[in-house]
């Protein structure tokens, strides 16, 4: 799915997913740069994000994979 992946003061990372219209925060990840690996958003979710360079700018939109389990719809 598509998703968009920012930076605010406010909340840090969040995440915002417009066919559902739903932004949140990321409040856990594998990997510190995040790419490559997993993130955890705050409703539950954990979706895998493609292998990026450590220093990809944000905001960006990507192909995010969601995994089953917890959370999932």
Known sequence: MKVM???????GLSIYV??????E?????EHESLWGGWIRIANG???D?????????LPITIN???RGGEGDE
């Not at 992946?5 to 909340?11: K, V």
């Not at 925060?25 to 990840?29: C, G, R, Y």
């Open 64 to 66: 995010a994979r969601k």
């Open 25 to 29: 925060p990321i409040v856990e990840s």
């Open 45 to 47: 979710w954990v979706l």
């Open 49 to 57: 994000l493609p292998q990026m360079a450590d220093d990809t700018r």
């Open 5 to 11: 992946i920012r930076r605010s003061p406010e909340t």
């Open 18 to 23: 417009p066919k559902k219209d739903l932004e």
